[in-house]
């Protein structure tokens, strides 16, 4: 059904398939799903039209889930960037903008600039939480992760570890602003615009490398339900709970975790993703016709992510780096 977004009602019990009308040539696809009274929850994939194993899970579990499942109001949104994904491309096609800095900024006429307001200004303040599914996308691969962006430790820290570690993925990284960093984290993201309006938001990085894994693509469908029941808008006795939790906690949140080169070359790893590696081991080299770049770590820590492109541009982030921070089992 093609609704406009002043028609928008999200207390219409049962399940809607709809496709909201932005502008000619552009429906934003949701999912909505309303029973009773309960938490309401945006669940985004896609914000990055490369990025895969969102809009898989958040496709599947569209076609699957039953109104009786619910308990409040789920809102399942695949397409984020639906321009983005349809071309398989991180930056949307017509505007060239990467969706997930618009937020929180002045908005432009292009396709990425009326989804954004769309999702800021309507659906954004009638919810309580946004889970944004992520992956490297073809640039990077990473460790198969959920994500929370809080300082650390703080106050805001310690409320949504619970939630992170009910996702149960490999790793549960907290991640935060770096000063100057041009890498991770970024400004005008959907987390952000949710936290600023005193929304909880969890995000994740499940792969990347331009596909899907059947690895990733399972973390994906059973860290959603796991968090998706913690939340308690889809309630399951199978949900493994947040003390249950496999997962290793990791803080992102140095400049030092970021590995940046200092030449143009083919980046040639020697470590894998999940390598703890020790400041000042070798990481890799930039290779080129007149030199080959050693790369080192400058500090000690877990690998959490690797550039799976082969050329490399000076500047460029090829790895990061993450502070084991699980507490120890007594």
Known sequence: MIVSPHH??????????????????????????HRGQGPAVLVAGGTHGDEFEGQIALTRLARTIAADD?????????????PACQAGTRLTPGDGCDLNRLYGRPHGSGPAHLIARFVETTLLPRIDWVIDLHSGGKAHE????????ARYPSAECDAMLAPLLAFDAPYAIVFDEVPASPHMPHGGTLEDAARALGKKAISSE??????????SLAVAERGLRNLLS??????????????????????????????????????APLVELGTEVRRGDLLGHIESRETAEA????????????????RQQKGNAVIYLADDITPEKT
């Open 8 to 33: 928008l009602d999200l207390t219409v019990t049962g399940k809607q398939h709809l496709d909201i009308h932005l502008a000619d040539g552009l429906s934003l696809p949701l999912t909505i799903v």
């Open 206 to 215: 499940l792969g990347g490398a331009g596909r899907a894994t059947p690895q």
């Open 70 to 82: 619910v308990l409040g109001t789920l809102i399942l949104m695949p397409f984020h960037n639906v």
């Open 142 to 149: 990473f460790v198969l992760s959920s994500n929370v962006q």
């Open 295 to 310: 790369i080192h770590a400058p500090t000690a820590g877990v690998v959490i992510a690797v550039a799976s492109r082969g």
């Open 230 to 267: 913690h939340i308690g808008v889809v309630p399951s006795d199978d949900a493994r709970r947040p003390e249950q939790s496999r997962s290793r906690l990791l803080f992102l949140g140095r400049p030092e975790h970021h590995v940046t080169i200092a030449t143009t070359g083919c980046f």
